[in-house]
């Protein structure tokens, strides 16, 4: 009975009657150019990846600060409220991960941000777009049309419009999720009149919402109800740059069928057989085999620096390391790391689009750029020395030892990543393309977050 009664509370809650919903539900003039040309950049700028289903937002945990340090631009010491998820979990790959806001009402709920720094929603459009897309920023007039399409996600309580008034003081740290400090803002419920909706309907600074409560139009018979039809979701509408999503999307569920039953009991076969020192030898073997390629790669892009390690590393661990089977050259002595490189990255540092997404069958998230940059990589060592490089007894062994480790290596983090199955796709995509932007733009001297690098799902 308590469960029902809460359940039954609840309910009473809800804010249906946008004029976004209305929009949806086939009404065209529901939302004005301007707030059309804002949900159109909405998608554009990525936004609808993380903001999905009927809320918006409020299904997923996301690193804040994938695209820029937002603790270092915003200032000031760092509090147990910036951890964001770390404080429940203690891994490294949860800190300062939120869960992502649902945006229903969003006009009337601030300030914004896990702290509270943004007073204002452009002031949150902004921050949100310069520290967790790859765009950096946008003009005002862009920032703008965003923020009226957020307006129009301003819901009706009862029949009656919500609205907000200026005069109320936000209240600080009246809700908390277990992860993150939610501030709420008082709000209040009122019936604008048409002339005062007329007037406040192309301004979205205004604290009155240009929707006159009206009864949501019937679905027709045999038809989900438009409740149940208002979705927004990444899933379905055409996102830029996944021109294939329904052809990814298949694959993606055919390739993680096949992994459940077959892939992942082999990976961990792998893992658990095997000792880790002969696991490791294996890694490091064909690491090293693939030195010359990331050499060459660092040259090309005006890295004789990083060039240079990369040639100690293959010298050192080919001669000291017994042909690579011992990576010597990372130890304290040497100080030479693995960093990964290749031509799709070298593409990428000379402006080449990634091009549309891919999500390869059995092999994982990938692009055009970097599925060509890949093949390349693949084929530099046949031509390049020959035998036995070009021969199938050594390609399909090697490659299905380099994808099997990887599949061990990352089974903890696909396994948590299957566990929202109605946006694992989604959520695959979204930190594959972060992921990559953000390698792009370290060869240009931007620094790469520890806590983007564990976000990165790739089974290649």
């Known amino acids: 009975r308590i469960t029902d009664a809460i359940a039954a509370f609840e309910g009473t809650l809800e804010t249906p009657g946008s004029r976004f919903d209305r929009y949806l539900q086939g009404d065209a003039n529901a939302i004005n150019a301007r707030e059309k040309r804002g949900y159109a950049l909405f998608k554009e700028n990525g936004c609808a990846s993380c903001h999905v289903g009927k809320s918006l937002g409020g299904q997923s945990m996301e690193v804040m600060g994938l695209n820029g340090n937002y603790f270092a631009a915003r200032g000031g010491a760092l509090t147990d409220a910036d951890l964001g998820r770390y404080t429940v979990t203690q891994a490294a790959q949860d800190r300062a991960r939120f869960k992502v806001p649902n945006l229903r009402n969003i006009a009337l709920t601030g300030p914004y941000m896990h702290d509270g720094s943004a007073k204002t929603l452009p002031e949150a459009v902004r ?258 020395v020959g035998r036995p490089f070009n021969r199938l007894a050594y390609s399909i062994p090697t490659t299905a030892i380099r994808l099997i480790d990887r599949r061990a290596e990352f089974d903890d983090r696909l396994q948590k990543l299957h566990e929202d199955p109605a946006h694992a796709y989604a959520t695959s995509r979204a930190f594959y393309l972060q992921m990559r932007q953000a390698e792009i733009e370290a060869l240009h001297g931007k620094h790469i977050p520890d806590e983007q690098k564990a976000s990165a799902i790739n089974i290649q």
């Open 127 to 384: 921050l949100m777009v310069r520290f967790q897309t790859p765009n950096g920023s946008l003009p005002d007039r862009d920032v703008d049309d965003i923020v009226a399409f957020l307006n129009t996600l301003t819901g009706t309580w009862q029949g009656r419009q919500l609205v907000t008034t200026p005069a109320v003081t936000p209240l600080p740290a009246i809700l908390s999720d277990g992860h993150s400090t939610t501030f709420v803002q008082k709000t209040m419920l009122a019936v604008s009149s048409p002339k005062e909706e007329e007037a406040n309907s192309g301004d979205p600074a205004s604290t009155s919402l240009s929707l006159r409560p009206e009864p949501l139009v019937p679905a027709p018979t045999g038809q989900d109800s438009p409740q149940d039809s208002i979705v927004v979701t990444a899933m379905r509408d055409n996102v830029p740059g996944d021109p294939l999503q329904s052809v990814n999307i298949r694959s993606f569920a055919l390739t993680h069928s096949i992994d459940k039953a077959v892939f992942r009991p082999v990976a961990l076969a792998y893992r658990h057989g095997l000792p880790s020192p002969v696991r490791s030898g294996l890694r490091n073997i064909l690491t090293n085999l693939n030195e010359p390629v990331v050499f060459a790669n660092y040259l090309v892009q005006h890295h004789p620096g990083k060039a240079a390690g990369t040639l100690g590393r293959f010298t050192i661990n080919s001669i000291i390391g017994v042909a690579g089977l011992f990576d010597v050259a990372k130890t304290r002595r040497f100080n030479l790391p693995h960093r990964p490189n290749g031509f799709a990255d070298t593409l990428g540092f000379y402006g080449v689009k990634s091009g549309p997404f891919l999500y390869l069958p059995l092999i994982g998230p990938s692009s055009v750029r970097d599925l060509f940059g890949d093949v390349v990589d693949r084929l530099t060592l046949p031509l390049a």
